[in-house]
């Protein structure tokens, strides 16, 4: 049963437009989000987190919105630009009691077309 | 500031064979995790170490898997015997806990073929 779900395997958006992938989640016990993008031969390196206190995160380029009533975070990518091209995980820390080992999504794939 | 180390970075066994990777987290970071990760899958928690103590060993595959952090630093997971299933990348992370963050940091992995 997958706690984390990343529904689109593959995006192929325009550079310089909107990226937005989306993640829906079906454990309410989660209240963090991170969002980790991953090049091929390297590991997943930190991009953008959101508290369940919040529903917006913005850094840069990048913004994650939370709507926790729908289980639904998104994260914006404005402009997109060809370095972006990368795979995306959606992930949620655990169950608490110091045990926060992360649950990912499996991935979005994204292509940034020049 | 050093990233997390991982060797070997590619291994082929055969199957029933076993294999060892190695793990240096980041300076001064107390938690390390062991992740798996399959082709087209998202990285999946094997075993989570506070310092040299397991805290979440919950879906790791006892019979056959293996870890220990003997000094609270390097970590070595272990196969023995493997099988087909276990061709994945073998991620290692670190993090500096009571940060409130839960952010990880991954090291580059260890690409295992089972044939």
């Known amino acids: 049963d997958q706690q984390v779900k990343q529904n689109s395997p593959s995006l192929s958006v325009q550079e310089g437009r909107i990226s937005i992938l989306n993640c829906d989640y079906t454990?309410?016990?989660?209240?963090?989000f991170l969002w980790y993008k991953k090049y091929p031969a390297e590991g997943p390196t930190f991009l953008i987190s959101?508290?369940?206190?919040?529903d917006k995160n913005e850094d840069g380029r990048f913004t994650v919105f939370l709507n926790k009533s729908a289980k639904h975070l998104s994260l914006h990518i404005v402009p997109s630009q060809p370095g972006d091209s990368a795979v995306y995980f959606c992930?949620?820390?655990?169950?608490?009691?110091?045990?926060?080992?992360?649950?990912f999504g499996k991935g979005t794939h994204l292509i940034i077309q020049p | 500031e050093a990233g997390v180390a991982q060797s070997p970075r590619y291994k082929i066994i055969e199957k029933r064979q076993s294999v060892a990777f190695w793990c240096n987290p980041i300076?001064?970071?107390?938690?390390l995790y062991w992740y798996q990760q399959i082709l087209g899958q998202g990285p999946k928690l094997l075993i989570q170490?506070?310092?040299?103590?397991?805290?979440?060993d919950s879906q790791l595959p006892k019979d056959r898997f293996s870890a220990e952090r003997l000094k609270g630093v390097d970590s070595t997971l272990k196969i023995q015997p493997a099988k087909l299933e276990d061709s994945a990348v073998y991620l290692c992370?670190?993090?500096?806990?009571?940060?409130?963050?839960?952010?990880?940091?991954f090291g580059p992995g260890t690409r295992l073929t089972v044939t």
């Open positions: 992370a670190s993090s500096l806990p009571g940060q409130g963050t839960y952010e990880q940091y």
């Open positions: 454990n309410s016990m989660f209240d963090y």
């Open positions: 959101i508290s369940s206190i919040k």
């Open positions: 992930a949620a820390p655990g169950s608490g009691g110091g045990a926060d080992g992360l649950t």
């Open positions: 300076s001064g970071h107390a938690t």
């Open positions: 170490f506070q310092n040299n103590g397991v805290v979440d």
